[in-house]
């Protein structure tokens, strides 16, 4: 054992001076270590008019390559739903703001799983903070819609995240401890394959104001710590927690490079073809690949 022990250091050795020549690294070779990537933007009630949403889905489409790390999606408004798939095709998944928990009836303004399901939407927010505030979503509904959307086989962006008040009160990780334990109430650990956690602080959606990489590692490794509780730590290690909240161009890198942050979910800079290109197209820093390798060393034993 001591003998294997010396052999992992002396290949961590090696691996970081390995890196350390090298400025930046590509998604490929992170996969080897950690979660898949995945990029997504919010467009909110944005744009205006189809022609505008058209030529958004074009100017970023054409920016997605084979060498764009991760997965990508948007979530866009309803009327532009099918547009916007016909543009990005298998490039780029289209994904739903919003749904109700009920199948059918009367629910004026209502939008079923299924509806959606049937033009080709796997994935669709729940819990958005503005869904939270200004429809009065409380956890139950958010739980009904996520129980919904996974009965169907769709996929599930599930956001949580703390108000400035509760962060300053140092209670970002009981305000999301709850969030996730009520939102998250009957599903299985099976089912957690079709969810992804979004970690957004409501002080740091749409004011420009953006928790540094440490802040937001912070969070996402205790999101992950209640993930390992409720379930266990193979399937709080295979859930993608991704970042919300005012992600630039500027600050992606230094996010993404962190080991607990496998993604964003991109507002304001999603609404501006270039700046949201230049996210998916994040790079990965070299001290990211060197933590994220010690990571599994450590977990191996």
């Known amino acids: 054992m001591k003998f294997c022990i010396a052999s992992i250091a002396l290949l961590a050795s090696s691996v970081s001076g390995f890196v350390a020549n090298q400025p930046t690294i590509s998604r490929q070779d992170t996969q080897l ?65 919003m749904c109700t928990p009920q199948d059918s009836g009367a629910f004026t303004g209502g939008i079923s799983a299924q509806m959606l399901k049937s033009i080709g939407v796997e994935w669709v927010l729940a819990g958005h903070s503005e869904r939270r ?37 140092d209670l970002a990780g009981a305000v999301c401890e709850t969030q996730l334990k009520k939102a998250l109430n009957n599903i299985s650990k099976e089912e957690m394959s079709r969810v992804a956690i979004a970690y957004e602080p409501v002080w740091a959606i749409g004011t420009g104001k953006v928790a540094t990489p440490e802040i937001a590692q912070d969070v996402h490794a205790k999101c992950r710590a209640i993930l ?24 992606v890198d230094g996010l993404m490079s962190k080991p607990d942050i496998d993604g964003a979910l991109v507002g304001g800079a999603s609404l501006s073809a270039e700046s949201f290109s230049r996210i998916i197209n994040f790079e990965v820093r070299k001290e990211g690949r060197i933590r994220r390798l010690k990571n599994k060393i450590k977990a191996i034993f």
């Open 133 to 169: 505030t200004i429809n009065a979503e409380d956890d139950y509904e958010i739980n009904a819609q996520c129980l919904k959307l996974i009965e169907n086989d769709m996929s599930v962006m599930l956001c949580i995240g703390e108000t400035l008040d509760e962060y300053e009160s």
């Open 228 to 251: 390992a509780l409720i379930y266990d730590q193979e399937t709080a290690d295979s859930t993608r927690i991704l970042y919300g909240g005012s992600v630039s161009p500027d600050s």
């Open 33 to 97: 270590f950690e979660r898949k990537a995945f990029i997504t933007g919010n467009w909110k009630l944005n744009p205006t008019t189809k022609g505008e949403a058209m030529a958004l889905a074009q100017d970023i489409v054409k920016n997605v390559s084979s060498e764009s790390p991760g997965d990508i999606a948007l979530f866009v408004p309803f009327p532009f739903i099918e547009t916007v798939q016909n543009i990005c095709g298998d490039k780029i998944s289209i994904g739903a703001e």
